[in-house]
């Protein structure tokens, strides 16, 4: 058996909140009403979408991630900016980003690193950390706005989650499968 998984921080309820309040304000652009906006209870920062995976590389994926995060400090990730790109040939995604965040880099690449360790093979061409406030299909007629209202905020990045991600009625349904505590910052 077979389930789509990826790594991701979790947000606060505070930063979620704040959030929802931006993507209601990047609805004006959304003129033709393609964007399938998600629900602020489900927004969290992917770091690393891995697919489809077996029961166990689960197993293996939480035992090497352990051990390689054992070492890693909990970081503040400061969001900046918002931007519209495609994920992949079937999709595009409205997202909250924090593209010069270079803990956030380096947890994104370690994450990748314990995947291809576990034998999961992805494609990661253009993929970005971020927070998905909306998707829609890659062919679309949504057009970004020259100048993304101002976004900033700060989150703190103190565990990493191995979600399972199931398409629900509503958009994807997700069940943390473990969580990992990185090192406290003090």
């Avoid at 950390?129 to 057009?143: Q, S």
């Avoid at 700060?154 to 009625?169: H, R």
Wanted: charged residues 25%; proline residues 5%.
């Amino acid at each position: 058996m077979e389930i789509r998984a990826f790594f991701a921080l979790a947000l606060p309820d505070a930063v979620a909140r704040w959030l929802a309040d931006h993507a209601d304000n990047l609805c004006q652009y959304d003129k033709h009403v393609e964007v399938n906006w998600v629900d602020s209870e489900s927004y969290h920062l992917t770091l690393c979408f891995l697919g489809d995976v077996s029961l166990g590389q689960i197993d293996r994926l939480e035992a090497i991630a352990r051990a390689k995060l054992a070492d890693v400090n909990s970081f503040q990730v400061h969001v900046n900016t918002a931007d519209y790109y495609p994920i992949s040939k079937q999709l595009a995604v409205v997202a909250a980003l924090s593209p010069q965040d270079e803990a956030l880099s380096r947890l994104n690449r370690l994450m990748m690193e314990i995947a291809l360790e576990a034998g999961i093979e992805f494609e990661e061409e253009h993929f970005k950390p971020h927070i998905t406030l909306g998707r829609l299909p890659a062919k679309n007629r949504f057009i970004p706005p020259q100048d993304w209202p101002e976004l900033d905020l700060f989150s703190l990045a103190d565990s990493v989650i191995l979600f399972q991600s199931k398409p629900g009625e509503r958009g994807s349904i997700y069940t943390p499968l473990f969580e990992i505590s990185l090192q406290d910052m003090a």
